[in-house]
């Protein structure tokens, strides 16, 4: 089983910036696809970014060119650079490991307006 904690959630206003972690037990974070998805009140969880093994990223329409998802092997850890957030990005980001379907608790973020 892989354990993944996210931190680095907060409360920032519109236009600024947040940057999350996403820490793994084991050594997996350099050789796997790892992901963001997103959760908002009331609204189904949905996917934010990926990165796979050799490194190419995918990324929502809503965020493509605003987010940035990254990895730092030597610490197992994966991040998500958020900049210009928007206060539609609010919400519960978690970290997915996709092979073991494996989930972290989640971190929060809330942009005002």
């Known amino acids: 089983q892989v354990q993944l904690v996210e931190s680095g959630g907060g409360l920032v206003q519109a236009g600024g910036s947040l940057r999350l972690s996403c820490a793994a037990s084991?050594?997996?974070?350099?050789?796997?696809?790892m992901e963001w998805y997103r959760q908002a009140p009331g609204k189904q969880r949905e996917f934010v970014a990926r990165?796979?093994?050799?490194?190419?990223?995918t990324y929502a329409d809503s965020v493509k060119g605003r987010f940035t998802i990254s990895r730092d092997n030597a610490k197992n850890t994966v991040h998500l650079q958020m900049n210009s957030l928007k206060p539609e990005d609010t919400g519960v980001y978690y970290c997915?490991?996709?092979?073991?379907?494996?989930w972290g608790q989640g971190t929060q973020v809330t942009v005002s307006s």
């Open positions: 997915r490991y996709p092979i073991f379907d494996s």
């Open positions: 084991g050594s997996i974070i350099s050789t796997n696809t």
């Open positions: 990165i796979i093994r050799f490194g190419t990223t």
